[in-house]
């Protein structure tokens, strides 16, 4: 017996009773139906690879009408049956397979036939809609500029709205799958995983102006578009004090709220189905479906257990390397000796002992945190464990990274892209931090890298390492900028850049900025001053240079950047305007649970927030609308 619902029927093997006596034709059409349906559960014959809960198959009334029942209302037998849905490919108009629709609801105004979009809104409403619109455009200018992401359905209504044209709303199709050649720095590779093609040099000029880098041809006029500064500024100013508008702060909180309770109530009508559909792919399911860590740093990507096990092995293993320096007496120091000054041994060695998990000790102490990356509290042994640039040249923290590595590609499902930090002090880094990686064959198909800057101007400054801030931007970019333009000038780098995905800014957000970022703000090469310039500073004039960059390496068919920062982790919330305008995505977002607009605008650009577990510890984590619960 066949019950009705929406536009979906359910197939169920048991038969409601009859209060008549069903005749000869009417209990032989029943037994026919009762024998598909007991065919069909056997054999796993469900029309879009559906099954609701019970294990009842779902079928289009369309369908089941057709198959089951010719022009005269008599039913078809099982083999007619099994042959129209074997010829007919269960697709829609595109060629896409078809999948019932969930349960919607849609909120009608008092206007007879009308929605609740199609009246005139209310003035506020209005009103806070063109902010909101005029924010999103922002920041699509400002993704288009440094080639970086921006959601594909927030650009088409943007278009449409500027065009003048009603947004006509379309039926939700699957998305085909690309071709792996559309992504051509992402594949597998086979041989040499360092290998690339070397170009020759153009001959153009690379050069700074107020703090950006600048690409000049033979005529000395810039390439490559930039966005100046007083720009950003301007642009800044103007998303950061949408966040006082009290009309719009009324309605992002609405907004959520109808949003919040829209995905209760779906979650409520179509719960099942999804348990269905994800009950319903084979061979799928959290343990086999590919995740990518995007917020891990190499030093820290081994859990305790590994590092301890690693430690221990290394200390039978290799008792008799040389791995340090001893500064006070100049004489290089073995391993063993190194573990004999500290009175140590592999017996006395315990995770507890080694004390590099954050616990509560931590919460808002980024100190403590940062303290937990010393294996036994001594620095040394992270300079000799899980540093690239010491004095055996990173070949112990080669060797443990390529056994995680080793572990991720076991597991295959597993991805990470891992940290590594540039921290702007030499112009030598990233050519030594190429080399380490070329050297000791540390890569896997599994794992890509994103380098992150450290935000420790005041620190150099205070140990007179740089004498200016754009001493900092140098050694950062004009190594990048001289392997794009003649890769033969840094071979290794050029290898190693192919796997480079972006740049991360990061330190204690808490630490108060006492000085902001205005337009009479000294330039880089004039900011002399101890204190350490603001979190936006910082921000800005890592993306403008990145975007000359990125034209750059676009133009020689190179891979090209993203910025994620560290963002909204703690302080003020122009860290998340900064963060809005500039980055592809961030990582942390907890203040955003104090700016609902800020919220909104995430949402409508399905803006990636990542929230480590590590970091809970921290800085606790988020609690509000869009959370996951």
């Known amino acids: 017996m066949a019950y009705s619902h929406d536009d979906i029927t359910v197939l169920d093997s048991c038969t409601g009773s009859h209060s008549h006596q069903p005749t000869a034709a009417e209990q032989e059409a029943e037994m026919e139906r009762a024998a598909l349906q007991k065919h069909l559960s056997d054999n796993d014959l469900i029309v879009g690879g559906r099954r609701s809960r019970s294990g009842s198959a779902l079928y289009t009334k369309e369908l089941f009408n057709a ?75 400002y993704m288009q500029h440094s080639g970086q992401s921006f959601l594909i359905t927030t650009a088409h209504f943007l278009a449409s709205l500027s065009n003048g044209k009603s947004v006509e709303k379309k039926p939700a199709r699957r998305e085909q799958k690309k071709s792996t050649e559309a992504y051509p720095h992402d594949h597998p590779v086979n041989g040499d995983p360092f290998h690339c093609e070397f170009l020759p040099k153009i001959g153009f000029r690379i050069g700074t102006e107020e703090g950006i880098y600048r690409v000049y041809d033979s005529n000395n006029q810039s390439r490559y578009p930039v966005v100046d500064r007083t720009t950003f500024i301007r642009d800044f100013s103007v998303v950061y004090r949408m966040i006082c508008d009290g009309p719009l702060k009324s309605y992002c909180f609405r907004q959520l709220n109808y949003l919040q309770n829209k995905f209760h109530l779906h979650c409520n009508l179509n719960e099942n189905r999804e348990t269905a559909a994800q009950k319903s792919i084979p061979h799928r399911d959290f343990y086999n479906i590919r995740k990518v860590d995007t917020h891990i740093h190499a030093s820290s990507c081994m859990n305790q257990k590994h590092l301890l096990r690693f430690i221990k092995k290394t200390m039978k293993t290799s008792p008799n390397d040389l791995v340090y320096v001893d500064p006070i007496t100049n004489t290089p120091l073995t391993l063993e000796q190194v573990f004999q000054a500290m009175n140590l041994t592999t017996y006395d060695l315990s995770v507890d002992m080694l004390d590099v998990h954050a616990d509560r000790n931590a919460f808002h102490r980024f100190d403590k945190f940062n303290a937990k990356y010393n294996p036994i509290g001594q620095s040394l042994l992270r300079d000799i464990f899980i540093r690239s640039d010491n004095y055996i040249g990173g070949k112990y923290f080669a060797q443990i990274l390529k056994e995680v590595m080793f572990d991720l590609e076991e597991s295959k499902y597993q991805n990470a892209e891992l940290r590594l930090s540039i921290f702007g002090v030499s112009i030598t880094e990233w050519d030594k931090l190429a080399e380490w990686a070329i050297c000791n064959s540390v890569y896997s198909d599994n794992v890509k890298w994103l380098v992150q800057i450290p935000r420790l101007y005041d620190v150099y400054k205070a140990n007179k390492i740089v004498d200016n801030f754009q001493t900092i931007l140098d050694n950062v970019f004009r190594p990048l900028f001289e392997a794009t333009e003649d890769p033969h000038s840094h071979p290794a780098l050029h290898r190693f850049l192919q796997h480079v995905v972006g740049f991360d800014s990061v330190d204690d957000e808490s630490k108060s900025e006492g000085i902001g970022f205005y337009v009479d703000s000294p330039l880089p090469a004039n900011w002399h001053m101890a204190d350490n310039p603001p979190y936006s500073y910082y921000l800005y004039y890592i993306y403008a240079s990145m975007v000359v960059l990125n034209s750059f390496r676009r133009e020689r068919g190179f891979n090209t950047f993203v910025l994620r920062p560290h963002c909204g982790e703690a302080g003020t919330v122009q860290h998340l305007v900064a963060g809005f305008l500039l980055a592809e995505s961030i990582s942390h977002g907890l203040l955003l649970r104090k700016v609902r607009y800020i919220i909104t605008l995430f949402y409508y650009l399905k803006l990636n927030v990542v929230n480590p577990i590590q970091y809970i510890y921290l800085n606790g984590t988020y609690s509000g609308p869009l959370n996951k619960e």
């Open 67 to 141: 198959i089951l029942n010719n022009k005269d209302g008599h039913a078809h037998n099982i083999g007619d049956f099994l042959t129209a849905f074997t010829n007919s490919n269960n697709t829609d108009d595109d060629g896409a397979l078809f999948e019932p629709e969930f349960q919607r609801v849609t909120i009608l105004h008092p206007v007879e036939g009308k929605t609740s979009s199609e009246i005139f809104a209310h003035d506020d409403q209005l009103h806070s809609s063109e902010m909101l619109v005029d924010a999103l455009s922002l920041r699509q200018r």
